[in-house]
């Protein structure tokens, strides 16, 4: 491992890498802040601009994106409820009310620093157990994915706010559109009534519709409400000093981040909505989750950062692109002809060792950038709300076509826009179906795939370890809240029961 | 007279000049180079890559356009609006005709024009390393013996890859579906599930599989050529162990543009993309990927297209995946 890191730092010795790294950075700001350019997207589009750099200096520029932008989603997610990445959705149901209460500055450099916190503890992690965890990423067949998949919507509970069964609307609702596309298992059209759903519902589009098209229209029934009043940040030190309270916190969603990272094409939303609900559990005041708690802030941007090198491992150690980002990072050394895999330790230990080390050198500058900038984003609150509605449309619009480059898509992130901001008149939030359209694919592919692979044996859910222990746990997380609803409902009835006068 | 006939000769002569002129012009704008893949897998680098190459020889831009989603429904329809110019061209796989007799029914090969077939990629049966298939033969008995109890993982029914199975499973005399067929949604998943040991065996590509059969995890059981990959010095082909497979059933990269392009563009393309597959810098990279340049033109990349058109009809009846 030493030989490794005097590999890696003898490549950092050139000013090119340095140059890459800050690069990198930038433009990851850039990125993940922009609402339809994902990532993947960002990444991919720098590959040309590779062709011609050392693989090293290519691979730490690539790698500055990817951290930068998984952490920069949140920006807009907390300033105009927009996620600038999926994972940021998580990030919006507390960062946005937070926000509205003035507290934008605060929410901001929580999220900057969780970030932070979470992607550096998960890179130590991965430096130590980059090898073991090539195990786990491997036991998840299908079986495990389908297990995962409703463990993960079981969470559902924690994300509808007060009504158990608005969510679950949204979430069946969700689910209803995952049908529509092409069948995973015999490649057949289902519900495609134009080609711009054959690979389904355009999750970009319907992302920015639900979020940030709707909240345009919400915006619009007062525009000549005066802004919110803005409550001032602490210096740098004293904005450090907001993060003593969740370091528990922060230290539980890392952990949860990295480990859900490891699992090829898990991802970063549902580490974030996994630690987000530990938190809400663990919380003294779960209540306030979804109307601006910190914590909630907290445990969904450590988590989705910390994600990040976890999905390193396997795309390291195996070869495997668990996400779209790694398949390009794959992609971009494959052209150098280095290929990550069994051998890359052995044949090219520069390229690890120096992603490790600019995940960490990176680190610093990034979080300057985000301390400092957050005086600068803030005052993106104090612009009249009609003209801020009228950026954001126009910057998710054209996020969304930049994804897809297809007139279509606008269509559908309108067509979104419109259902999200029907459903938040009668209170139904739209993350349970952003949930569904992340899980719903990955829940029916796998189901059918483990009953091919099982020849139609329903047995395969349970007797698999890892399957049977996850649909063990969503059943006790979907259980536990109506338990509680029931004896809550019935401890009422009995008071009114007991004190017939005061009953209403 | 004289002078008449001078001016006339001179004029004609001006006139073929300045054809011959225009003709030669071509390219004298951007190409468009649209993919039907996402930024930065496989087929989109090495897109890119031969866009670089053919801007030195073409001296325009070939932007890449990444055009995603529905097998290849959007890259197809942009495709099919341009002018056939030559100033449109796109991304084509095997993969599409396949699509063409399953979800985008809407076109067929004759729906192109046929520029250029660029590589080769062979099939490969590959197993993990502790598997107790170790030859082609012990594949074939083990589904005899207890039908169902081989697992193959692969990408969707009526893929490339599945057909390659069927073809070997005929081959062998096999019923083919007694070993069960598991659709993944990409060749690179399937081959994780066989590491994992969820799948026994995964129909796969060399670059998908070489590390891991150096690093010792993986094994190739047959390879689907006609003589064994460089990179596998070890692994026997299907016609080594008794087994007479089309060999010529490969995963195919080509580029094809809308019907109609006059033959002097075609023929112009074709020749800066045989050039560019000859440079250090392609051939390297070509390598590298374990692929097989296998060049074609227009004339010739056509007829096989509908040769593979014709085969894959035939595939789609017999498996009644016909829609």
Redesign the interface.
């Known amino acids: 491992m030493l030989e490794g890191f005097t590999a890696g730092l003898a490549a950092f010795s050139s000013w090119q890498v340095i140059a890459g790294l800050f690069a990198g950075v930038v433009v990851g700001y850039l990125v993940g802040a922009l609402p339809g350019l994902s990532a993947g997207v960002g990444m991919a589009l720098l590959i040309p601009f590779t062709f011609g750099l050392d693989p090293v200096v290519s691979v730490v520029m690539l790698i500055a994106v990817y951290m930068a932008s998984e952490y920069s989603g949140a920006i807009p997610a907390i300033l105009v409820n927009t996620p600038g990445e999926p994972s940021a959705a998580i990030t919006a149901l507390d960062g946005y009310p937070m926000r509205k209460r003035g507290e934008a500055g605060h929410a901001l450099t929580l999220s900057i620093l969780g970030s932070a916190f979470g992607s550096v503890l998960s890179t130590i992690l991965l430096i130590f157990s980059v090898s073991w965890m090539t195990k786990f990423a491997l036991a998840f067949g299908p079986a495990e994915y389908f297990a995962l998949a409703v463990l993960g919507l079981s969470l559902i509970s924690t994300l509808s706010g007060s009504s158990i069964i608005r969510g679950f609307v949204a979430l069946l609702f969700g689910l209803l559109l995952t049908t529509i596309g092409t069948d995973p298992v015999d490649g057949l059209p289902r519900f495609v009534f134009d080609d711009g759903f054959l690979s389904g519902v355009p999750f970009v589009s319907a992302l920015i519709g639900l979020f940030a098209l709707s909240e345009v229209l919400r915006m619009l029934e007062t525009t000549d409400e005066p802004t919110t009043p803005m409550r001032d940040i602490p210096g740098v030190n004293g904005q450090l000093g907001l993060m003593k309270p969740h370091m528990g916190n922060m230290v539980r969603s890392t952990f949860i981040g990295y480990i859900v990272g490891v699992i090829p094409g898990a991802g970063a939303t549902i580490a974030s909505i996994v630690a987000y609900t530990v938190q809400k559990r663990l919380s003294k005041d779960p209540d306030s989750f979804g109307s601006g708690n910190p914590e909630g802030v907290v445990a969904a941007e450590t988590s989705n950062n910390a994600c990040m090198p976890g999905a390193l491992a396997p795309m390291l150690a195996l070869g495997i692109p668990g996400k779209a980002s790694t398949a390009v990072l794959i992609g971009a050394l494959a052209i150098h002809g280095v290929a990550p895999g069994p051998l890359i330790f052995t044949q090219h230990p520069e390229i690890p060792y120096s992603i490790y080390i600019s995940l960490l050198v990176g680190m610093p500058f990034m979080v300057l950038l985000g301390l400092y900038g957050t005086r600068l984003w803030v005052r993106l609150t104090q612009i009249p709300r009609g003209v801020i509605a009228a950026i954001v449309c126009a910057v998710c619009l054209l996020g969304t076509f930049s994804e897809s480059k297809d007139i279509f898509s606008i269509w559908v992130a309108v067509g979104f826009g419109i259902i999200g901001y029907g459903l938040s008149k009668v209170h139904i939030e739209p993350a349970p179906i952003i949930l569904a359209l992340v899980l719903g694919y990955m829940m029916e592919s796998n189901f059918r795939r483990a009953l091919v692979m099982s020849g139609d044996e329903m047995t395969v859910f349970v007797s698999h370890p890892i399957s049977a222990i996850c649909l063990a746990i969503s059943l006790i997380v979907f259980v536990l809240p109506l338990i509680q609803t029931v004896r809550r409902r019935r401890r009422t009835a009995v008071k009114a029961a007991a004190y017939p006068g005061k009953a209403a | 007279m004289l002078l008449r006939f001078i001016s006339t000769a001179a004029l004609t002569v001006a006139l073929i000049a300045n054809s011959a002129a225009a003709r030669a012009e071509y390219p004298e704008r951007p190409i468009s180079y649209i993919l039907h893949v996402?930024?930065?897998?496989?087929t989109?680098?090495m897109a890119?890559?031969l866009a670089?190459v053919l801007e030195k020889t073409l001296g325009v831009p070939l932007p890449?356009?990444?055009?995603?989603?529905?097998?290849g429904?959007?890259q197809l329809?942009d495709l099919k609006k341009a002018k056939p110019d030559g100033y449109t061209i796109g991304a084509v796989t095997s993969t599409h005709i396949g699509a063409f007799n399953?979800?985008l029914k809407q076109y067929d090969v004759d729906s192109f024009d046929w520029i250029a077939r660029l590589v080769n990629e062979p099939y490969l049966v590959v197993v993990r390393n502790d598997s107790k298939l170790k030859t082609m033969k012990d594949l074939v008995d083990a589904a005899n013996a207890k039908p169902?109890s081989v697992?193959m993982a692969g990408f969707?029914?009526?893929s490339g890859g599945h057909f390659a199975w069927e073809i070997m499973a005929k081959a062998a005399n096999l019923e083919s579906n007694k070993v069960?067929?598991?659709?993944?949604?990409s060749v690179?998943d399937a081959v994780?599930?066989v590491?994992?040991?969820?799948?026994e065996v995964a129909i796969a590509y060399v670059d998908l599989v070489?590390?891991?059969v150096?690093?010792g995890?993986m094994r190739v059981i047959g390879v689907m050529a006609d003589e064994r990959v460089p990179q596998l010095p070890d692994a026997p082909t299907l016609a080594e162990q008794g087994y007479k497979a089309d060999t010529s059933w490969q995963q195919m990269r080509g580029v094809i543009g809308p019907k109609g392009m006059p033959d002097s563009v075609k023929a112009k393309l074709a020749d800066a993309i045989k050039q560019a597959l000859e440079t250090p810098d392609m051939k390297?990279?070509i390598n590298?990927?374990s692929l097989v340049p296998a060049f074609l033109g227009p004339k010739e990349f056509a007829e096989y297209a509908k040769q593979q058109d014709v085969l894959t009809k035939q595939w789609m009846q017999s498996l009644s995946?016909e829609?």
């Open positions: 996402s930024p930065g897998g496989a989109d680098i890119r890559k670089t890449v356009e990444n055009k995603a989603g529905g097998r429904a959007a329809a399953q979800t169902g697992v969707v029914r009526g069960r067929w598991v659709p993944f949604d690179g994780t599930s590491l994992g040991g969820h799948a070489k590390n891991h150096a690093a995890n390297a990279y590298e990927s995946l829609r």
